[in-house]
């Protein structure tokens, strides 16, 4: 096998590490929080769509296009733990024999989503101290 093909085989068989994580704005305090399915890229992938002034909280946007990079620290808060069955290539939300069912992959995003809310209540990340919004109460 070529050394490709065994880095490809490397990647996909390692977990995937899903959880919360923050962006604070050191020079006035302001907190993003977030959560992620893939959280060894996340900071990549925040800076980049930042970088490119298409980041969908606009507070954010502003904040950083007329700041410097130094002015932003990325933290991870918490990895949500998770079976086996999880993984990085993906095959855990492919329908059939070969992956989870949807239902599991859902069942670890509503566990997101709480331990995202839990976050955002012990930091009061929301607006105007913050960047994220309230959450719409039913």
């Known amino acids: 096998m070529n050394r490709r093909?065994?880095?490809q085989n490397e990647y996909g068989m390692k977990k995937r590490r899903m959880g919360v994580y923050a962006i604070t704005n050191t020079s006035n305090g302001k907190r993003y929080i977030a959560s992620t399915s893939t959280l060894d890229s996340a900071w990549q992938r925040e800076q980049f769509v930042l970088t490119m002034g298409s980041h969908a909280n606009k507070a954010l946007q502003?904040?950083?296009?007329?700041?410097e990079l130094a002015k932003f620290e990325y933290e991870e808060l918490?990895?949500?733990?998770?079976g086996d069955e999880i993984r990085n290539d993906y095959k855990d939300i492919m329908p059939g024999s070969a992956g989870v069912r949807r239902n599991v992959v859902q069942s670890y995003r509503d566990e997101l989503r709480k331990l995202e809310l839990k976050w955002l209540e012990k930091f009061q990340a929301y607006e105007?101290?913050?960047?994220?919004?309230?959450?719409?109460?039913?």
Request: glycine share 4%; net charge positive.
């Open 5 to 7: 093909k065994e880095l």
């Open 62 to 67: 502003t904040d950083w296009s007329s700041s």
């Open 78 to 82: 918490e990895a949500l733990k998770l």
């Open 128 to 138: 105007p101290d913050g960047y994220n919004r309230r959450p719409r109460q039913n």
